[in-house]
């Protein structure tokens, strides 16, 4: 089983045709698998159909299986996590409705995700990622020097009490979260710019969810500059916008990649199964 690795754009996402992950996973696929991953940041899988074990086993291709914080996992798999929005949840938020990198506020994120869609509308609910390791290559001189060599602030504001985002703007009741939840409005540092330990390519790593300033700048000194790079990163160039279809699986390398769920299907039903990945021991 030798995959073919289709780019879907210029600079992010790539569709991998020729593999059946219901099939065994000879550790040769998982190392191509891994390989494209770097390459391409973000990878499709169309109609594979996996029951939620076999997500679980490929996700454990690309890193060992995460269980993540605030967010209620389903109740007999504390691993995985309902991405649901019931059609009679209208006019509110979403799941992942901002432009993020998941969990970026932890000591250590995930460094990866896995979407795998059960039920999605009848047109709708996209998923939009944007590649920060092009964004970050073209960034204008100023901006690049407002970001190199520095930390930005991360917490995680949707958990917490300092920066929780309106209830309007929450996700509906289908998917149960912690909130007000003081260790959420801890700060943690990260590398503004971060290197890819694959690939040795550099990305930028701030992403408006999270990311609160710039280290040694106030949040109103930081805002222009985190706006102006926010404005960059998703210029369409940089970005990739995939439609659904029930049965595809997703990888995405999140940290190389800020990621966008869009909320434009009220009135349908939109199911997708989650699971997340650390790195690999060396
Ligand atoms: C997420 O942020 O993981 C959700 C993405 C989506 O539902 O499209």
């Known amino acids: 089983m030798t995959p073919t690795i289709e780019p879907v754009t210029g600079t992010l996402g790539a569709e991998v045709r020729g593999v059946d992950l219901n099939a065994p996973l000879?550790?040769?696929l998982g190392e191509a698998l891994r390989a494209a991953l770097a390459a391409h940041h973000v990878l499709f899988f169309r109609g594979q159909h996996l029951e939620i074990a076999r997500q679980k086993q490929v996700t454990e291709l690309f890193g060992p299986l995460l269980t993540l914080p605030y967010v209620v996992p389903m109740a007999d798999e504390p691993q995985v996590i309902r991405v649901l929005k019931k059609a009679e949840e209208r006019g509110g938020g979403v799941f992942g409705g901002n432009w993020h990198s998941d969990f970026s506020f932890l000591e250590t994120p995930p460094v990866g995700s896995v979407l795998s869609a059960v039920t999605v509308p009848p047109y709708g609910g996209d998923t939009v990622w944007a590649n920060m390791?092009?964004?970050?290559?073209?960034?204008?001189?100023?901006?690049?020097?407002?970001?190199?060599?520095?930390?930005?602030?991360?917490?995680?504001?949707?958990?917490?009490?300092?920066?929780?985002?309106?209830?309007?703007?929450r996700s509906g009741a289908s998917i149960r979260m912690t909130r007000g939840d003081p260790e959420a409005d801890r700060e943690r540092v990260k590398p503004a710019v971060l290197t890819h330990p694959e690939s040795g390519r550099r990305a930028l790593f701030v992403n408006p969810t999270y990311t609160t300033r710039l280290e040694g700048l106030s949040e109103a000194a930081?805002?222009?500059?985190?706006?102006?790079?926010?404005?960059?990163?998703?210029?369409?160039?940089?970005?990739?916008?995939?439609?659904?279809?029930?049965?595809?699986?997703?990888?995405?390398?999140?940290?190389?990649?800020?990621?966008?769920?869009?909320?434009?299907y009220?009135?349908?039903?939109?199911?997708?199964?989650?699971?997340?990945?650390?790195?690999r021991p060396a």
């Open 133 to 169: 390791v092009a964004a970050y290559e073209a960034l204008p001189a100023e901006l690049k020097a407002a970001v190199e060599g520095r930390g930005a602030i991360h917490t995680g504001k949707p958990y917490g009490a300092a920066h929780a985002p309106p209830p309007d703007q």
């Open 26 to 28: 000879p550790t040769a």
């Open 222 to 264: 930081s805002e222009p500059i985190l706006a102006a790079l926010y404005a960059h990163c998703i210029r369409p160039e940089f970005c990739c916008r995939y439609r659904w279809q029930a049965g595809d699986l997703v990888v995405w390398d999140n940290r190389t990649t800020m990621h966008y769920a869009v909320n434009d």
């Open 266 to 279: 009220d009135g349908f039903d939109r199911l997708l199964y989650r699971t997340a990945f650390a790195a």
